[in-house]
């Protein structure tokens, strides 16, 4: 995406192909820096302190992650029970966007059909940069299906501002381009339709307000920071037409895990009546687990991110403590909404209702035997 004239991705390979370059999103808005990944190790730590985040993001960069460890082999060639061990470690980074588990084995089934070991390296690189390609076109196309949503919405409202809400941040520096949630917006966007986004700062690492209003602001597109709570006022008097949320993890029958907030959202917007969309490429499917409240892994954090908050002091980046020293704390980072409050997929094969026969109609191939 282009920031200040330039093109940008949050992830690229640098020209010497021995380290992975990534957009510190910790520092952003307040600082933009590129920080490098050159061993399994650095990129098991970016992944883990959210230097990289975002569920198609942390997918890409555990592939290029792939790919550091057959160039840092111990062995030459390298050796097919050292790169499976490698990928067990990458898997555990972080438990809940299943992004990562499917890029680590989508690149690690390609590289054990390589024959000939001396290859194997090369086999590497040309598969993530394959799945980052993939991704970012994916996510082209979730904005041209999503497009025709909002159109529908600035149709009704006679070209009056179409209203929309997201949580977190399911923009182009979660993904590779566009983002899931944001593609449909910036695709509005640039066929001149009316918008405004609110955008949940999203406590306790503000990745709406740091992250999502950056991309947003940068683009020109109008929007507005709200605290998490705001939403369900906003939609009892009319001012959101529409909310539009990304994920971590979605089951094959439609429960959808995203960052903490999203499911008191989906009520409000259930008892509001607002449409409640969930845009994500087939790679954040989990096409294993039927129960998404019972079994997709919810990730807890360190409790200081919720004690401390990260701001700007006269040019300084510093972390202050909002809670009484000795009161404790819980970090859950996700939580599940059920498909009864979907309204509806937006993915690179189309929309669909949030239901197992209707995913499975945009996902034939997933079908079970
Ligand atoms: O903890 P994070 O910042 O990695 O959580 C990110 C989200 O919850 C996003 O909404 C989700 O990964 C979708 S990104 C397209």
Known sequence: MKVDGQNIRPIWLD??????????????????????????DDVIRAIKEMVVRGAPLIGVTAAYGV?????????????DAYLIEECIRLKSARPTAVNLAWAVDEILSEMLKVGDASEKVDAARK???????????NCRRIGAHGFSLIDKISRSKKGKTVNLLTHCNAGWLACIEYGTATAPIYAAFDNGIDIHVW???????????????????????KHTIITDN?????????????????????????????????????????????????????????????DGVRDIPIETRNPDEVRYVQGLDRGDIRH???????????????DVTPS??????????????????????????????
């Open 127 to 137: 598969e993530a940069e394959k799945i980052a390609e993939a991704e970012a076109e």
């Open 230 to 290: 705001a939403g369900g006022h906003l939609m009892q008097h009319d001012m959101v037409d529409m909310v539009i949320v990304g994920t971590d993890r979605t089951t094959f029958t439609g429960d959808v895990a995203n960052k903490i907030g999203t499911y008191l959202k989906a009520l409000a917007a259930k008892d509001n009546n607002i449409p409640f969309y969930v845009a994500l490429p087939s790679s954040t499917f989990d096409w294993k687990l039927r």
């Open 340 to 369: 009864r409050l979907i309204t509806g997929f937006i993915t690179e094969r189309g929309v669909c209702r949030a239901s197992e026969k209707e995913i499975l109609r945009l996902f034939p191939e997933k079908k079970k035997s």
């Open 199 to 221: 955008v949940d700062e999203t406590r306790p690492l503000n990745q709406g307000a740091r992250l999502t209003a950056w991309e947003l602001g940068k683009y020109g597109i």
């Open 67 to 79: 790919y550091l460890a057959a160039l840092n082999s111990p062995t030459d060639p390298v050796e």
């Open 320 to 334: 202050v403590l909002i809670t009484p020293a000795d009161s404790p704390a819980q970090n859950f980072a996700f």
């Open 15 to 40: 020209s010497d192909l021995k380290k992975v370059k990534v957009i510190d999103q910790r520092l952003l808005p307040h600082e933009f820096l590129v920080a490098d990944l050159k061993t399994v």
